[in-house]
Nanobody, 121 residues
Framework: QVQLVESGGGWVQTGSSHRLSCEVSGRTLNNLVMAWFRQTPQRERERIATIYGSSGATIYKDSVRGRFTISMDHASNRVDLQMNNLKAEDTGVYYC??????????????WGQGTQVTVSS
């Protein structure tokens, strides 16, 4: 069983930077595909960043590409989301999720509890 615990949410100013972290237990990152999802009042939950634990390859949604960076720390079994140049539309609940590499790309088996990020001036 994989457990995910997010941290780092809070209120941040428009244009600032902020980092979210996801502590992973139960399986090493090498065997997982990790992702950050975001749910906002205007949109359904959407996957915004993905990282493959075995290769480090990343995928980003257009709305965050160039501003957000997903990374992983194998020693700590942790996945981070560095968010730069934050905008009001980045406000939402951010979820860390994981799946096995063999699982279909849209089928994440494990989820964190979510952490709220509010961006305003």
């Amino acid at each position: 069983q994989v457990q995910l615990v997010e941290s780092g949410g809070g209120w941040v100013q428009t244009g600032s930077s902020h980092r979210l972290s996801c502590e992973v237990s139960g399986r090493t990152l090498n065997n997982l595909v990790m992702a950050w999802f975001r749910q906002t009042p205007q949109r359904e939950r959407e996957r915004i960043a993905t990282i493959y634990g075995s290769s480090g390859a990343t995928i980003y949604k257009d709305s965050v590409r160039g501003r957000f960076t997903i990374s992983m720390d194998h020693a700590s079994n942790r996945v981070d989301l560095q968010m730069n140049n934050l905008k009001a539309e980045d406000t939402g609940v951010y979820y860390c999720a994981a799946r096995r590499l063999s699982t279909p790309a849209d089928s994440y088996s494990w989820w964190g509890q979510g952490t709220q990020v509010t961006v305003s001036s």
